[in-house]
């Protein structure tokens, strides 16, 4: 059964807009779960424009309460994870000046890193995730990196979409990387500027097995609420 991951930055980015207390994102963190998300997402980035620590602290020690905790792969923020004990961590890119994320992580490049990294979170029985671009490659180097799941980024896909161009290749791209994921013993899931119609497309994809949306859910709420929203998404992928 396919399971439903709720980023929920965006309610401390509304939060953070007026300095104050409200939205809570520890509250938002406790409803989600309860109109039926399956994990919390949330994104603890080198500059804290939304997560802070704080944030992250309380977040995870929400009894029952599972979460996947983001994050880039500087030494200070590794060590700051450990201290926040999630249940999950996925490794991702960050470029301080980006808006979101822009792909997935440059493997050939921190190979050294990601894979200190791994065995550091293996030894705190801590599940660990690689965001990756939708490729063979990157999928085989995960494997051998030692994680046990790869988020393969669905921007592209998610964008040809929105914008009604042909997704063919695209889809083909995350479904192969999937199919070879599931072969090679990894766990699939798959993220980034999804909405209902990109979703429903990649629930056609049976080797992935979660998937983790946050933008499309905070803002589709300001109108229809939260509620409906989720309601509508677990349709969708079960």
Not at 71 to 77: A, G, K, M, N, V
Not at 96 to 115: A, M, S, V, Y
Not at 123 to 152: H, W, Y
Request: aromatic fraction near 8%; glycine fraction near 6%; charged fraction near 35%.
């Amino acid at each position: 059964m396919k399971r439903l991951g709720v980023n929920i930055d965006h309610v401390a980015t509304l939060r953070n807009a007026r300095g104050e207390f409200h939205p809570d994102p520890v509250y938002a963190a406790k409803f989600a779960k309860k109109l039926g998300a399956d994990s919390i997402t949330i994104h603890l980035r080198e500059d804290r424009r939304h997560i802070k620590d704080i944030d992250a602290k309380k977040i995870c020690s929400v009894k029952n309460l599972l979460v996947n905790l983001e994050i880039s792969i500087r030494d200070e923020i590794v060590k700051n994870a450990l201290k926040i004990k999630p249940n999950f961590i996925c490794l991702v890119p960050e470029n301080r000046k980006e808006i979101t994320t822009e792909g997935g992580l440059d493997l050939k490049r921190n190979e050294k890193k990601i894979k200190k990294i791994i065995k550091l979170f293996k030894k705190n029985n801590i599940r660990t995730s690689l965001f990756i671009n939708p490729t063979q490659r990157d999928v085989l180097m995960s494997r051998n990196f030692g994680a046990d799941c790869v988020e393969l980024h669905t921007g592209k896909f998610a964008n040809l979409v929105k914008l009604k161009k042909d997704i063919k290749k695209e889809f083909y791209r995350i479904k192969k990387s999937s199919k070879f994921a599931e072969k090679i013993g990894l766990e699939v899931h798959a993220g980034h500027g999804l909405d209902f119609k990109s979703t429903k497309y990649l629930c056609k994809i049976k080797e992935i097995k979660e998937f983790n949306i946050g933008h499309f859910i905070i803002g589709e709420s300001i109108f229809f609420g939260l509620k409906k929203v989720l309601v509508q998404f677990k349709k969708i992928i079960r």
